[in-house]
């Protein structure tokens, strides 16, 4: 007989926080589970760890894929696992002890089973690189529509504060038969599964309440600064093919143009310029209106910062903001 939820756990050189995340999720209220750690290539102590875990409790599963990267491991997880209901958890984060209670309490409202996400509030852990917590930081997002959900999920800007992580919500198996994760995307591929079932008309139901905890420390994958901006690029060229609108309330083109005309990064604004000549967006750059007809002015600007002096450069970024 098949299990009520599926629990998926990626893990690449995550060993020292495995355990944690696994205990999370046998210490659910909701028992009828498997849990499915998928070794994303790691070269740590993930496999000792994982068949320990598997030899004591037979819900645990464990299995060693050649890495392939987040999106293609979760991808892995729905394929291998037989759940109505799936989960992901990262393996250095860890679940509510009533998170799957409380949501699959939620899922009875639904219209739809076979076509519901149901999402929660969730906590931020900000840890320095020895694992010491600094700080801590709730964020609700609400009951919002899915027009709501799909507006924040746009102008996100590059804060722990996604309204829809992957690991606070709970899908009904049947979502995925309308898209898996994208494989190329390494990063943001949750946020374009979401963008994409949101304009898919899933239904997305809310429930108020703490359902995990989501660690940001030193290791994390998102401190890669420029594979972040490369995916992030990436991410909204996605946006701009699924609805060309949306990326009219997208408030992060300014801020990226201004980041890369700073940092003298050419093949970064070129794609930038690219993008934005094809849509309706419109915002300033150092007192100069821009738009699709305007965007021009950005390689002008570029080539403007490489003839003049960096600390004039600098002066007139600090002037007009």
């Known amino acids: 007989m098949n299990p009520l939820v599926s629990v998926i756990i990626p893990c690449h050189n995550g060993g020292a926080y495995l355990r944690e995340a696994v205990s999370s999720v046998l210490s659910q209220s909701v028992g009828d589970l498997e849990c499915l750690i998928v070794d994303d290539g790691s070269t740590d102590d993930t496999s000792e760890i994982s068949i320990d875990l598997v030899k004591s409790d037979a819900r645990v599963q464990y299995h060693y894929n050649e890495q392939q990267g987040l999106p293609a491991t979760r991808n892995f997880g729905i394929r291998n696992t037989t759940g109505e209901w799936i989960q992901f958890l990262d ?20 219209t739809d089973r076979r076509n519901t996400v149901i999402f929660s509030d969730y906590e931020v852990i900000f840890t320095d690189e020895d694992d010491r917590v600094l700080r801590t930081q709730r964020q609700v997002v609400g009951d919002l529509s899915n027009s709501q959900l799909l507006e924040r999920m746009v102008s996100w800007a590059f804060k722990a504060n996604v309204p829809l992580h992957a690991n606070s919500v709970l899908f009904h198996r049947g979502v995925f038969e309308k898209k898996l994760f994208d494989e190329s995307f390494k990063t943001f591929g949750d946020m374009e599964l979401f963008v994409d079932l ?17 660690r940001v420390h030193e290791t994390n994958m998102t401190k890669d600064r420029g594979r972040t901006r490369d995916y992030y690029l990436r991410y909204l060229e996605a946006i701009y093919k699924k609805d060309s609108k949306l990326l009219e309330k997208n408030p992060n083109l300014g801020k990226l143009t201004k980041e890369f005309l700073i940092s003298r990064d050419k093949a970064r604004l070129d794609k930038l310029v690219a993008l934005i000549s094809r849509t309706g967006v419109k915002y300033n750059v150092l007192g100069l209106s821009i738009n699709s007809r305007r965007a021009f002015i950005l390689p002008l600007l570029y080539y403007a910062s490489i003839l003049m002096p960096r600390r004039y450069w600098h002066r007139l970024w600090h002037r007009f903001g």
């Open 91 to 110: 393996a250095d984060d860890w679940l509510s002890a009533d998170k799957l209670e409380v949501q699959l309490d939620r899922a009875r409202t639904a």
């Open 198 to 214: 949101l304009l898919k008309d899933v239904e997305f139901l809310y429930t108020p309440w703490i359902s995990m905890r989501y």
